[in-house]
């Protein structure tokens, strides 16, 4: 491996380690400044990386890893991509259970990279035996030798930011980080983060963004789970209908909620401001940033790190799909496409 010249051995040495880019025109008239941490530079194209990498890596060593052996695992669609890669470069076989909510495209890349998919209805609530997480359970349960990564429950989901989002964003703003602004959804992004830049300065304030429709931003200020805050939404990752055990609340200041359609829009503005294209939860993060700052949350001292989770490739038949948006009420395609059709 040369890393000075950009050559390596396999695809895994590329984890980690993305850039830290400026915001500009997006954030033009706010207070502070602001800085994206683009996750979408890993090379299975999420932040979903770090965690397939370091769980499996942890098991390897715990010896529970043998080789042939089969990984298990409930996912959105970016931890599955995530480690059926891993798997496929480590020899290990890659079982996913998918919510029917994902994308037709992150499914088919999930098969694509090897992975045996069964996909779930959404809408059923967690102890259903239809369920992404019973199905995964009962999957890990009738395969001899499986691992189950179970990234909702799994403290190795934290430790594997803390031991990797967390020091580069500190070392990318040489400490003088002042707001942390991420997404939840298993947890494992923010409170890992969190705690490494919370030992080095307790000061530095953690916002994470939930979703409408998902318990956990009520959940961080009861300490109550209320059932009357679930109901679906369209946004992927991002959010839950359940109490994941991989999110400390403690480590989080506080959370703000954002609509399906007002991240969908600031998605597809990043892209034509910034040239980032990028996913629907990058979008969501932007938009809490908006909020943020609407509502007077940063001043001319702020320097502010939001996570943006994924890529926008994975998208295209949802938030980047006019038809998608006019199909939500999210805009009059009529009246907002901006294409021509030439005549043949
Ligand atoms: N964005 C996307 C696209 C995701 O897939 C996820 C993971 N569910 C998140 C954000 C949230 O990250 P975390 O699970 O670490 O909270």
Redesign the pocket.
């Known amino acids: 491996m040369r890393e000075d010249l950009h050559v390596y051995d396999n695809i895994l040495q590329l984890i980690g380690k993305t850039p830290l880019v400026k915001l500009n025109k997006i954030t033009e008239n706010f207070k502070g400044e602001f800085l994206a941490k683009i996750e979408s530079f890993n090379p299975g194209h999420?932040?979903?990386d770090r965690?397939a990498l370091y769980i499996i890596e942890q098991a390897e060593k715990n010896g529970i890893l043998k080789p042939g052996n089969t990984i298990v695992e409930t996912t959105?669609?970016?931890?599955g991509f995530s480690i059926a890669m891993v798997s496929i470069i480590k020899g290990y076989k890659c079982i996913l259970a998918v919510s029917s909510k994902s994308s037709k495209d992150k499914i088919d890349m999930l098969k694509t990279m090897g992975a045996k998919v069964f996909v779930c209805p959404a809408n059923v609530p967690a102890e259903d035996p239809r369920s992404y997480y019973q199905v995964a359970k009962r999957i890990h349960e009738e395969t001899e030798g499986s691992v189950y990564i179970n990234?909702y429950f799994n403290e190795l989901?934290i430790e594997a930011?803390f031991q990797s989002t967390g020091p580069e964003i500190w070392k990318q703003t040489e400490g003088k980080i002042t707001h942390l602004v991420?997404?939840?959804?298993?947890?494992?992004?923010?409170s890992g983060t969190s705690r490494f830049l919370k030992q080095q300065n307790p000061e530095i304030e953690i916002i994470g963004i939930d979703a409408f429709g998902s318990v956990l931003k009520k959940y961080h200020e009861t300490k109550e789970f209320d059932e009357k805050e679930i109901y679906p939404y369209r946004i992927?990752?991002?959010g839950k209908n359940l109490i994941p055990g991989?999110?400390d609340f403690d480590s989080i200041d506080r959370f703000i909620k954002v609509s399906d359609e007002d991240a969908a829009h600031t998605a597809r503005e990043l892209a034509n401001t910034e040239g980032m294209f990028l996913?629907?939860?990058?979008g969501a993060a932007m938009q809490g940033l908006k909020q943020l700052n609407a509502e007077g949350a940063f001043d001319e001292n702020s320097k502010v790190v939001v996570i943006f989770?994924?890529h926008g490739s994975r998208y295209m038949s949802k938030i980047y799909s006019n038809d998608w948006m006019n199909d939500q009420g999210f805009f009059d395609f009529q009246n907002e496409d901006k294409t021509e059709d030439i005549k043949a």
């Open positions: 999420s932040s979903k965690i959105s669609g970016n931890t990234q989901n930011h991420a997404c939840s959804g298993t947890g494992g992004t923010i992927e990752g991002l991989a999110t996913g629907y939860t990058s989770p994924d």
